[in-house]
């Protein structure tokens, strides 16, 4: 079922700059992609890889790594601002009784014994 040349053409646009050899292996890679996240819910990480994909073929290797490096890393920095305030904002609501462990868990997208965690209870 793989992806077709016209569509990969379609995705790429005018101004590529790829050879019609970059083009064939980039469709292979394509297809290399879609049996690995072959779940229709894997739509964004199919086409993360593939924008890696085309990406490595026309940046500097050492730029792309060192980008996606720094995104990564920003990535983590900021999930862990996010859960240290979850964690104030779960132990100030659930000790002031306007939330409950299990109602603050599902909002915030966190699993209960987490919430349990943050309270001292596990």
Do not use: C
Request: proline share 1%.
């Amino acid at each position: 079922m793989g992806m077709q040349r016209h569509e990969l053409e379609a995705w790429l646009g005018d101004d590529h700059g790829l050879t019609e050899d970059q083009i064939a292996e980039l469709l292979r890679t394509a297809d290399e992609i879609d049996e690995r996240y072959y779940d229709e819910d894997d739509d964004d990480d199919r086409e993360t890889a593939l924008t890696a994909a085309y990406r490595l073929m026309v940046e500097a290797p050492e730029d792309l790594v060192a980008e996606l490096a720094a995104e990564r890393t920003a990535a983590r920095i900021a999930e862990r601002k996010a859960l240290i305030a979850l964690r104030q904002v779960a132990v100030t609501r659930i000790r002031n009784g306007d939330a409950t462990e299990a109602g603050f868990a599902d909002q915030a997208g966190v699993d209960r014994m987490s919430v349990r965690k943050w309270l001292g209870k596990r």
